[in-house]
């Protein structure tokens, strides 16, 4: 829906009492905003971490990924009732008797010794396919959660093969039952490439284009791309989602990987039926990959889209308030959570806020608006961080006052070494 106008952040806190610099004012100096905002920030104030996203207002930052824990009502309904900012349903499409899943279809990836059952979980990887309950099921549910939650963000995750007439009727279907906006999977890396839908279309820009096309010609509510990291550079179709009339851009799905080999029975995992394929894989592991994808389409859409409000949605490995923060500090909109709600329950939202809550009292800022962005304009180039560091040598060097020695005094530069080691 390219046309939608953009609502800015509206809160009803006593943090809205306060007066902070816009955004687009503290381009260049992060330090000195801080110091700005402490003279306006009141201490007892508790930040304010509402959003306000392509017009979905929501409470907070933290978003339910698409996955099992957005598969049915009753999970959903939980992850409201628990205080999720919104929720991302697990992905439906047209005809879910063709996505047939297996079981195991999860693996594991433990720190510690030959991934010892006692390690922490680093890894997760998944090989289940989208929804396999009956579309028609789906937005019975859709459409009671928002009957009873009237004012929570319900968004749609949807995939299909690409024929123009199947993407408008999922759309026509999904908006008639009241959601709030879609998120388009475009970039799941297992099984479905093979019906050519999901990271099929996202690493084929050219039908990529074509389907955003078709997508936001017919959606009426704010559409975001959800991109594969499976590509060599995220940008390009990033780029061309937002050129296409997407509102937003949501980043990462899982990467593609082979959790291991079981060393005992010499079969990978997850083995079904003595066999496996490879999968998506997510949780802590990837959140150092997530920052990068999501910082260089974040640049991206600095330098092209600046014009517009378009959003950004950063997923991958999030299960402290300080990796939400990170997120958010590079550009991020909204923070969404899978793997983190599979292994810690619908409860970890509570903590994920207080936590941000808890950096941002750390560094006096009142909402989310007065540090997105803040970190990425200190990402450069290789090149340029060569050029800097010898800058900042020869500054230093220059500035290094009298000589080191007797010794070193020279005829010609006597006068210069004499300026060199006076005071005033
Ligand atoms: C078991 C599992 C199932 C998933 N199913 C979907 C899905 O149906 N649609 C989708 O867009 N992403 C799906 N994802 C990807 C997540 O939404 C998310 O992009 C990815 O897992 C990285 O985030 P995380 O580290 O917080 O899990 C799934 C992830 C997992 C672990």
């Given at each position: 829906m390219a046309s939608l106008g953009f609502a800015r952040q509206i809160s009803n806190s006593s943090a809205d009492l306060l007066v902070a610099p816009p955004r687009r004012s503290r381009s260049c100096c992060p330090g000195r905003n801080r110091v700005d905002f402490r003279v306006f920030a009141q201490s007892d104030a508790e930040p304010d971490l509402s959003v306000v996203v392509n017009g979905l207002k929501m409470p907070n930052p933290f978003v339910i990924g698409s996955g099992p824990p957005g598969t049915n009502y009753t999970v959903m309904k939980r992850a409201f009732d628990e205080g999720w900012g919104a929720v991302i349903a697990k992905t439906v499409s047209l005809d879910a008797a063709k996505v047939v899943n297996v079981t195991p279809r999860y693996a594991k990836l433990r720190a510690g010794a030959n991934g010892s059952a006692k390690g922490q979980i680093i890894g997760w990887q998944n090989i289940e396919l989208i929804s396999d309950r009956p579309l028609e099921t789906m937005l019975k549910e859709f459409k009671r959660l928002k009957e009873e939650y009237p004012n929570r963000i319900l968004i749609a995750s949807i995939m299909?093969?690409?024929?123009?007439?199947?993407?408008?009727?999922?759309?026509d279907r999904?908006?008639?039952?009241?959601?709030?906006?879609?998120?388009?999977?475009?970039?799941?890396?297992?099984?479905?490439?093979?019906?050519?839908?999901?990271?099929?279309?996202?690493?084929?820009?050219?039908?990529?284009?074509?389907?955003?096309?078709?997508i936001n010609a017919k959606a009426t509510i704010p559409v975001w791309a959800k991109m594969t990291p499976n590509i060599t550079d995220i940008t390009q179709p990033a780029r061309v989602s937002l050129q296409s009339g997407c509102e937003g851009v949501a980043a990462i799905n899982t990467i593609m990987s082979v959790m291991g080999i079981n060393l005992d029975t010499l079969r990978p995992e997850p083995c079904v039926e003595g066999y496996s394929t490879p999968g998506g894989y997510s949780s802590k592991a990837v959140h150092p990959i997530a920052l990068a994808k999501v910082m260089s389409i974040a640049k991206m859409m600095k330098t092209e889209f600046a014009d517009k409000e378009y959003s950004l949605s950063a997923i991958g490995g999030v299960e402290t308030g300080g990796d939400a923060a990170e997120f958010i500090l590079l550009g991020a909109n909204t923070v969404q959570v899978c793997t983190g709600v599979m292994m810690h329950g619908y409860g970890l939202v509570k903590t994920l806020c207080s936590e941000l809550q808890d950096f941002m009292k750390k560094h006096n800022f009142s909402s989310i608006e007065d540090f997105r962005g803040a970190s990425l304009e200190y990402f450069t180039t290789h090149t340029d961080l060569v050029r800097m560091q010898q800058e900042a040598i020869r500054e230093r060097k220059a500035i290094k006052k009298g000589l080191q020695s007797d010794k070193d005094w020279t005829g010609d530069g006597f006068v210069k070494e004499t300026e060199s080691m006076v005071s005033n």
């Open positions: 299909e093969e690409p024929v123009k007439e199947d993407w408008e009727e999922l759309i999904c908006e008639q039952v009241g959601v709030d906006a879609f998120e388009i999977n475009f970039s799941c890396p297992h099984g479905m490439p093979e019906r050519k839908m999901g990271a099929a279309v996202g690493q084929d820009c050219a039908l990529l284009e074509e389907v955003c096309g078709w």
